[in-house]
């Protein structure tokens, strides 16, 4: 099935509430822009309901069920959590869970004033977060254990979208990245999808995080590359210092990683201008500020 082959509206999620949770239907129900894999629509006024669309397999929202509320009791910002499931019917046959709402506007909608709280802010959920997963947490596989093994999506992007007169320096940057030792130390909670959509902020700082669906045990530079690709021009120097656990070699490959998801950014700004499926136009010139702020290393 495919997201167009059946409309997920209002009164869709509502019949769904309907038939498997009678006592939250009456809540209002209003759609949240944005999503991709998952489509996310507000429940009244503290929860949301998360809709399997374009991700082919349930593993994602699986995962957020299973996990997110060992997590969440010790995370110091609000997470979405899992409060109610909903199972494939006869009249919607994909999975959708009903999640505490993270109040706030996502960051690519909106914007950070206070740089220093933030760095400070994303310093702290990072070091909650990355503590030693215990060993049937998923584990990291494939292009997430190493720099290195990203290399074909780094070519695609860098192909489409790296500014010919900043190439040389992506370029640096990335094979200082793989080149980098690998991680070494025991493999600990990985949020895996920090960006610009994935986090929340209110008063001008950080003030929640979203979308856990990619989370694993692994390497912690997957997140710590958030220091470039999230926080204002400046603000790296005081994150990394606040996290206090990041070596020489994580730094390295975090910033790499961070010049990836800044042409990934670019390249999604890109096909929005084009009108292509799935493009997101306010993400182009995110993704070009990011990549500034990595090839200053601040």
């Known amino acids: 099935m495919t997201d167009t082959e059946i409309e997920i509206t209002a009164d869709l999620v509502r019949c769904l509430l309907r038939e498997q949770h009678p006592d939250l239907a009456g809540l209002a129900v209003r759609e949240v822009a944005g999503g991709w894999g998952n489509q996310m629509w507000r429940l009244g006024e503290e929860l949301a309901v998360r809709v399997q669309r ?22 110091p910002l609000p997470v979405p959590t899992p409060v109610r499931f909903g199972e494939p019917s006869e009249r919607f046959p994909q999975h959708w869970t009903v999640m505490t709402w993270v109040p706030g506007e996502p960051l690519d909608h909106g914007s950070i004033s206070r740089g220093d709280h933030a760095a400070d802010t994303l310093a702290g959920f990072l070091r909650a977060l990355h ?14 254990t190493r720099p290195g093994n990203c290399a074909d999506s ?20 990335w094979d200082d990245a793989v080149a980098a030792p690998a991680w070494e130390g025991p493999p600990v909670w990985v949020h895996g999808d920090l960006h610009p959509a994935n986090v929340v902020v209110s008063d001008g700082t950080l003030a929640g995080i979203v979308d856990f669906g990619d989370m694993f045990a692994g390497d912690p530079a997957w997140d710590l590359s958030a ?26 490959r975090a910033r790499g990683l961070a010049a990836m998801k ?22 182009g010139p995110a993704g070009r500020a990011a990549l500034d702020r990595v090839l200053k290393g601040v």
């Open 227 to 252: 220091a470039w690709v999230l926080l204002p021009a400046g603000t790296a120097p005081r994150f990394f210092d606040g996290y206090a656990h990041a070596d020489g070699a994580a730094v390295r």
């Open 54 to 75: 374009r991700d082919p397999t349930p593993e994602l929202q699986l995962k957020e069920r299973r996990w997110l509320p060992v997590l969440a009791p010790r995370l």
């Open 131 to 144: 503590v030693a997963a215990p060993a049937d947490a998923p584990i990291a596989a494939g292009f997430r």
């Open 154 to 173: 780094f070519e695609t992007f860098f192909q489409a979208v790296a500014p010919d007169d900043l190439a040389a320096d992506v370029r640096a940057v």
């Open 262 to 283: 800044s042409l990934f950014l670019m390249l999604m700004g890109q096909n929005g201008d084009r009108g292509l499926p799935g493009g997101k136009p306010h993400w």
